[in-house]
């Protein structure tokens, strides 16, 4: 099961967010969430039950600078069923 969401973004770089969680249907909702209040709409956003029968949601989003991309790590970390987030900046890749 997944559930993708792709918008083109103009940022050269992004933050890749990989959050894991109990996979329950309120999650994907309430982590969309905290990107909606930042009046944020990532360029990515995937949601996916893992084998294991966790629930493993990837976003990307442009436009944060370090201390906002952790403290959104954070915020993401407080939500009841997130288990893990993982934070890690990338390059968007240009095409010629």
Known sequence: MGIACAMPTTDRTTTDFTIRATAEAQVMP???????????????FHGRVMADGRLQIDV?????????????????????????????????????
């Not at 309430?30 to 990515?44: A, D, I, K, T, Y």
């Not at 201390?67 to 890749?93: D, F, K, N």
Request: aromatic share 2%; no cysteine.
């Open 60 to 96: 990307v989003v442009g436009g944060l600078d370090a201390g906002q991309a952790t403290h959104l790590a954070a915020r993401l970390r407080s939500i009841v069923l997130v288990e893990s987030v993982l934070l890690r900046p990338s390059a968007m890749r240009r095409s010629a």
């Open 30 to 44: 309430r982590v969309l969430e905290l990107f909606v209040l930042r009046g944020l709409v990532p360029s990515r």
